[in-house]
């Protein structure tokens, strides 16, 4: 059973051209597990601008308002690839939601 951790929190943005990634805010963090293939119940909330996923197994997530890992429009995978047990931040925008599946 594959399971998807989603972290929406709060990230300091790069301040200098040399700064890879961001710095997440420690306090400002809300956590779900869900199990493949499913979609988030949490949203990004105001003033959440990173979402932190780490997967037990490789998968596809999608990100935004509906997303869709097995959207394959023209034979283009609307998707990023995740691999197992690495974490991965991504910036995102208030309303939008996380999906995945193996």
């Not at 997440?24 to 119940?41: F, K, N």
């Not at 990004?44 to 990173?50: K, L, T, Y």
Request: include cysteine; charged fraction near 20%.
């Amino acid at each position: 059973m594959a399971t998807l951790t989603v972290t929406f929190t709060r990230a300091f943005p790069n301040v200098y051209t040399t700064q890879v990634g961001a710095i997440a805010v420690g306090d400002a963090a809300r956590s779900e597990l869900i199990t493949l293939p499913a979609t988030t119940s949490l949203e990004a909330a105001a003033g959440e601008n990173a979402v932190e996923l780490t997967a037990s197994d490789d998968c596809w997530v999608a990100i935004g308002e509906d997303p869709d890992p097995a959207d394959n429009t023209a034979g283009i995978r609307n998707a990023h690839f995740l691999k197992a047990g690495v974490t991965v931040p991504y910036f995102i925008t208030e309303g939008q939601k996380v999906a995945g599946e193996v």
